[in-house]
C-alpha cells in the first residue's frame, strides 16, 4: 500500500548518470555552428553533454556570436579549436570549410537566428558557417532560437519551411518567456528535445516503417480515493525501449503507467494508471503494431472493490479482498495478427533463469526479458540494468551490467532479426 510508489528521479540527474556510463556518439564528428542570440549560452553547455555521449565537437561561431561568448569558452569545453574566420591564413592551404565539411557525421546549428535561418534557405555563403553548411553533404538540424514576433514572421516561416524541403532538419523552438521578456514560441528547446533528434541523425534507421507498441511504469490499485497497491518500477526500462526505437525510425506508442519522467519526445505518450485502464487501452492499439514489448509492471492483484471515501482508522485490522487482474502479455500473445513480435519483462529477486524459462513457456512470448530486481546496481530506481534475454526456443543471452537505453539496443538488435522481411 503506498501513497507514492515512484522515487522523483530529476532529469538532469537521469542525465549526468547517462553521460557517465553510456556513449552512443562514441566514434562520432558533430559540428556546433553557434550564431548570434542569447541562448548561445545553452550551445555552450550543450556542448559538453554532446562531448559526454562520446562525440567529438567542432565548434563553429559566427561573428556575432563571439559578442555573447567567446571562443576561448567553447574551445576549453570541446577540446577543439573554434573556427570564426573564412579568411584565415593559418590552415587555408587545406581549405578548412571544405576539410571540415568532408570530416563530419552531423551539423548543427544551434541556437539558429533568423539571420542563418534565411542565410541557409537561400543558399547565401558570406561566412565561415554559411559557407560550411553549402560544402556539407550529411545531415543538418537546425534549432530556431529568437524573439517570438521575429519567429511568427511569415519570411521566417516560410525559410524554415524552405529548409525542409532541402533536406534539413528543424527543430521546433518551445512556448515560454524569453530573454527580452516576451512570451510565446521561440526559446530554445530544452536538452531531452535537442538530444533525440541528434541520436535519431546518427542512428541506422532499422525500423523505419515498423509500428511498436511498448508499455511502462507501474500501475495503481485504489483501495479508496487516497491510498492504493503499486510496485516499485520507475519506467526507466520501458522509456529507454521506446527511444531507442524512435532513434532507429520506429512509429512508437508508449503506454505509460504513473511515472516522475519527461514525456519522451518524437513519440505518442498514453498515460493510465491502473491494470484494466493498461490492458484496455494496450487491446485497443495492439492489433494495428508489429512490434509489442511489456516492460510495464503491471498489478497482478487489486482491491475486490474500491471505497468511494478515504477509509477512516476506526478499527486497528484492514482486511481488504484482492481479485487477479488480467494477464494482459498472455492475452496479447492469445489475440496476436499474423507475424506480430511479443516481448515480455520479468522482475525476480530469486531463480532468474528457471523462472524466465518458466514463464515464457506459460505466457508464450516471442522473447522474454528478465531481470533480478534484488541488486542494488540494476533494476527498479536504477539507470542501469543487468539481463538475460529468454528466446521461445529456450535459448538464454546474458547480458552484462550495461545502461538501460543500451539494454534496449541489444533487445533490438534481437527483434531486428526477427522482423519478416516484407515489413
Known amino acids: 500500500m503506498a501513497s507514492d510508489n515512484v522515487k522523483r528521479i530529476t532529469g538532469s540527474e537521469i542525465l549526468s548518470e547517462k553521460a557517465l556510463s553510456y556513449k552512443p556518439l562514441k566514434g562520432k564528428t558533430v559540428l556546433l555552428g553557434i550564431t548570434g542570440g542569447i541562448a548561445a549560452y545553452k550551445a555552450a553547455v550543450y556542448s559538453r553533454k554532446i562531448r559526454a555521449l ?19 569558452t567553447f574551445a576549453a569545453l570541446t577540446g577543439e ?11 587555408a592551404e587545406n581549405i578548412p ?40 553533404s550529411g545531415p543538418v538540424l537546425f534549432f530556431p532560437s529568437m ?11 516560410t525559410n524554415m519551411e524552405r529548409l525542409k524541403t532541402l533536406g534539413y532538419g528543424v527543430i521546433e523552438p518551445e512556448t515560454g518567456e524569453t530573454a527580452c521578456g ?8 530544452d536538452w531531452p528535445v535537442v538530444k533525440e533528434p541528434i541520436l535519431k541523425a546518427t542512428t541506422l534507421q532499422t525500423l523505419k516503417g515498423i509500428n511498436v507498441l511498448v508499455s511502462a511504469g507501474p500501475t495503481r490499485e485504489y483501495l479508496d480515493p487516497v491510498r492504493y497497491i503499486s510496485n516499485r518500477s520507475s519506467g526507466l526500462m520501458g522509456y529507454a525501449v521506446a527511444r531507442v526505437a ?10 505509460s503507467g504513473p511515472v516522475s519522467l519527461p514525456p519522451p ?42 471505497a468511494d471515501r478515504k477509509i477512516k482508522k476506526d478499527t486497528s485490522e484492514l482486511r481488504v479482498d484482492l481479485v487477479r487482474t488480467t494477464d494482459i502479455l498472455s492475452q496479447l500473445v492469445k489475440d496476436r495478427r499474423d507475424g506480430q513480435i511479443i516481448v515480455g519483462f520479468c522482475a525476480e529477486t530469486q531463480d532468474l533463469k528457471a523462472q524466465a524459462i518458466k514463464k515464457i513457456r506459460l505466457k508464450g512470448a516471442d522473447l522474454l526479458i528478465a531481470n533480478d530486481v534484488s541488486r542494488p546496481d540494476s533494476g527498479f530506481d536504477a539507470l542501469n540494468n ?3 534475454i529468454v528466446s521461445s526456443d529456450g535459448d538464454i543471452e546474458p547480458l552484462p551490467l550495461l545502461h538501460k537505453e543500451e539494454v534496449g539496443e541489444k533487445i533490438w538488435d534481437r527483434i531486428q532479426n526477427m522482423l519478416p522481411q516484407t515489413v
Open 54 to 72: 562520446g562525440a567529438r565537437v567542432i565548434p563553429v561561431m559566427t561573428c556575432h556570436a563571439t559578442e555573447f561568448l567567446s571562443p576561448i
Open 81 to 91: 579549436k573554434v573556427y570564426t574566420d573564412l579568411f584565415c591564413i593559418e590552415g
Open 97 to 136: 570549410h571544405i576539410e571540415l565539411a568532408k570530416s563530419a557525421d552531423l551539423f548543427l546549428v544551434l541556437p539558429a537566428t533568423a539571420n542563418i535561418i534565411g542565410k541557409a534557405a537561400n543558399g547565401l555563403a558570406d561566412d565561415f558557417l554559411s559557407t560550411l553548411l553549402l560544402a556539407f
Open 147 to 157: 524573439n517570438p514576433v521575429m519567429y511568427a514572421h511569415p519570411a521566417t516561416q
Open 182 to 189: 516576451d512570451s510565446g514560441r521561440g526559446r530554445l528547446a
Open 246 to 255: 524512435v532513434r532507429r525510425g520506429a512509429r512508437v506508442t508508449l503506454v
Open 265 to 306: 519526445p518524437g513519440m505518442k505518450l498514453c498515460p493510465v494508471e491502473t491494470a484494466g485502464e493498461m490492458g484496455d487501452t494496450i487491446s485497443k492499439l495492439s492489433q494495428n503494431v508489429h512490434v509489442i514489448i511489456m516492460t510495464a509492471a503491471v498489478a497482478d492483484y487489486a482491491p475486490a472493490a474500491r
Open 386 to 388: 543487468r539481463v538475460f
